[in-house]
C-alpha cells in the first residue's frame, strides 16, 4: 500500500495586501488499484507549512503580485511584476528580484536572428524538448553530442486527490566541450514565460517573457537549432509545470546557450 | 457569512480510479478570502454505492477507439456535493466525461456522453474545409434556470447581456468570480443551410458534419458560448 500526506499554505498577496488564503490538507491511500483520498490533516506537516510561510513573509515585494506557497514545509515565492514573474525561494529571493527588477518587457518580432538564452533559461526549452517528451515515453530525436540533459522522472501528483503521473524532478542541462561563438548580432532571452509540448504534433512551443515573443518549433528543429554552450550551469528563477492542471514545481539549470533564431 | 461544502467524487482517470472525500468552508473577510478544510460530519451519500457505473462509462468510451483513431485521455466523475451558505442548503450531483481523441493531425475534445458518435465521425473526417463563414452566425445567448449559484442564489432565467447575476464557485477553495450559467443560444434566425458542428479541435477548430460527409473546419473562438 502506497500513502502519500500533503499539506499546503498559499497566500496570494497584492502590492503588500494579503488577498487570499488557502489552507489545503490530505492524504492518499493505493489499495487494489483504487486511489482513496481525503483530506485528512497531518499536523506537523500544517506546522511545517505554517513556519515556511512566516519565514517568506518579510521578503514580500510591496510592488508586486506575489504568491506565496508552502508545500510539505518547502516554500516557493511567485514574483510578478509589469507582467513578468519569476519563482523563487528564501535561499535566491535577494537575487532573483535583482533580476527581475533589471529587465524590460519588450515586443520582438520573430526574427531569424541567434538567440542567447542567458540565465538558465535553456532549461525551459530542454524541459519542454527533451523532458516531457521522456515523462510521456517519446523517443528521443537526436541531440547534440555536447548536450547533457539529467532530468530524472519520478511518480509525482501535486495533491491528494490527484493521480501520479511520471514528472520531472529537476532538469540540469550541462555540455561537454561544446563549441561557443556570442554572435554579436542576437537575441537575449532572459526570462520565459512558458512552454508546452504537444505529443500529437511534436511540437514545441516557447512564450518568451523578456524579450517578449513566441516561437515554436519540432524538437527535430529545437535540436538542429542548438549551436553550443558555455559555462556551468546556472540555476532558472523559476519553473511550475502543469499536466493534466497538476502544477509542480521543476528546478531548472541551464548553461548559456546559443540556438538559431526560430523565425 | 461562511460558505460550507461537503463532497464525494469518484474519478476514473486514464485508467486509474479515484475516491475522494473533503469537506471544506471559505470566507470573505475585509476583502480577504479565505478556505480551509473542515470535519467530514454530514458527507451527502447518494453516491456510496460502487463506482461501476463510472468505470463503465470510461470501459464504453475506451472501446471507442478504431483504425486509425486514438483515444489520448479519458476522465469520467461522478460527484456529490451538500452545499451551505449562510441559512441556505442545497445539493448537486454531478456527472461529467472529458474525452480527447486523436487522429493525426487532429485532437477532438469531447466533454459529453456520447463519444461514440464523435468518434464514429472523426473517423470518417475528409481533412479540413473551410465553413467559418457559414458558422459565423450573431446570436443572442440566454441563461437557463436550474440550480444555485456559488453564493445558494436561484439561478434565474436571463437574457446574456451586461454584467452577471451569478457568481461561480467551481471549488471551496476558489474566490466566486461573476459568470453566466446554464448558457445557450437563443434560435432567432433562418440561415442558410451549415454544416452541424459536432465537436472541438485543439486549435481553435471544429468536428463538423456537412450532409454526411464530416470535415475538420477552422472556428471563431469569440463565436463559442
Known amino acids: 500500500m502506497t500513502t502519500f500526506a500533503i499539506a499546503q499554505i498559499d497566500e496570494l498577496w497584492l502590492r503588500g495586501k494579503l488577498a487570499e488564503r488557502r489552507l489545503m490538507h490530505g492524504r492518499a491511500e493505493e489499495r487494489g488499484g483504487e486511489i482513496f483520498a481525503s483530506d485528512e490533516r497531518d499536523d506537523a506537516l500544517v506546522a511545517a507549512c505554517e513556519a515556511a510561510i512566516e519565514r517568506m513573509r518579510p521578503f514580500i515585494p510591496h510592488d508586486a503580485r506575489v504568491r506565496l506557497v508552502s508545500r510539505n514545509g518547502d516554500a516557493t515565492m511567485t514574483v510578478e511584476i509589469n507582467g513578468i514573474s519569476i519563482v523563487t525561494t528564501l535561499e535566491f529571493v535577494a537575487q532573483d528580484m535583482q533580476l527581475l527588477r533589471s529587465v524590460r518587457p519588450v515586443t520582438r518580432h520573430p526574427s531569424p536572428a541567434p538567440l542567447a538564452w542567458l540565465h538558465g533559461s535553456a532549461a525551459v526549452l530542454l524541459h519542454e524538448a527533451i523532458g516531457h ?27 491528494f486527490s490527484d493521480v501520479p503521473l511520471r514528472r520531472m524532478t529537476r532538469v540540469v542541462v550541462s555540455q561537454v566541450n561544446a563549441p561557443f561563438a556570442l554572435p554579436d548580432d542576437r537575441i537575449d532571452v532572459q526570462l520565459v514565460r512558458g512552454g508546452a509540448y504537444d505529443p500529437l504534433t511534436d511540437v514545441v512551443t516557447i512564450d518568451v517573457a523578456v524579450p517578449r515573443f513566441t516561437f515554436r518549433a519540432t524538437r527535430a528543429e529545437v535540436a ?28 531548472s539549470y541551464a548553461p548559456v546557450i546559443v540556438t538559431r533564431g526560430f523565425a | 457569512m461562511i460558505y460550507r461544502k461537503w463532497g464525494r467524487v469518484v474519478r476514473w482517470e486514464n485508467g486509474t480510479l479515484v475516491r475522494v472525500e473533503e469537506a471544506g468552508e471559505a470566507w470573505e473577510e475585509n476583502g480577504v478570502f479565505f478556505a480551509r478544510p473542515i470535519a467530514h460530519g454530514v458527507i451527502p451519500s447518494a453516491s456510496e454505492g460502487p463506482p461501476a457505473d463510472v468505470v463503465a462509462v470510461a470501459e464504453g468510451i475506451l472501446r471507442c477507439a478504431q483504425d486509425d483513431t486514438e483515444i489520448e485521455r479519458v476522465i469520467v466523475t461522478h460527484g456529490v456535493a451538500l452545499h ?30 456520447d463519444v461514440a458518435s464523435v468518434a464514429s465521425a472523426l473517423a470518417r473526417c475528409e481533412g479540413e474545409r473551410d465553413f467559418a463563414h457559414l458558422l459565423d452566425v450573431p446570436c443572442a445567448k440566454e441563461q437557463m434556470p436550474g440550480g444555485r449559484d456559488g453564493y445558494g442564489r436561484p439561478i434565474e432565467h436571463r437574457r446574456v447581456e451586461g454584467e452577471p447575476p451569478n457568481f461561480y464557485r467551481p471549488s471551496y477553495r476558489v474566490r466566486p468570480v461573476r459568470q453566466w450559467m446554464n448558457v445557450r443560444a437563443i434560435p432567432s434566425a433562418t440561415t442558410q443551410a451549415a454544416p452541424k458542428v459536432l465537436a472541438l479541435v485543439d486549435g481553435g477548430k471544429a468536428l463538423v458534419d456537412d450532409g454526411g460527409r464530416v470535415f475538420v473546419t477552422p472556428l471563431r473562438p469569440d463565436r463559442l458560448l
Open chain 1, 133 to 159: 517528451p521522456r515523462e510521456l515515453n517519446i523517443p528521443d530525436v537526436a541531440w547534440p553530442e555536447w548536450l547533457r540533459v539529467d532530468c530524472p522522472i519520478e511518480l509525482r501528483r501535486a495533491s
Open chain 2, 84 to 113: 451551505q451558505y449562510g441559512d441556505v442548503r442545497w445539493q448537486d450531483e454531478t456527472r461529467r466525461v472529458h474525452v480527447a481523441l486523436i487522429r493525426k493531425p487532429w485532437r477532438v475534445l469531447v466533454d459529453d456522453f
Open chain 1, 224 to 251: 538542429a537549432a542548438l549551436l553550443g554552450a558555455a559555462g556551468e550551469p546556472l540555476r532558472y528563477p523559476g519553473v511550475v509545470c502543469s499536466r493534466e492542471g497538476q502544477e509542480l514545481v521543476v528546478g
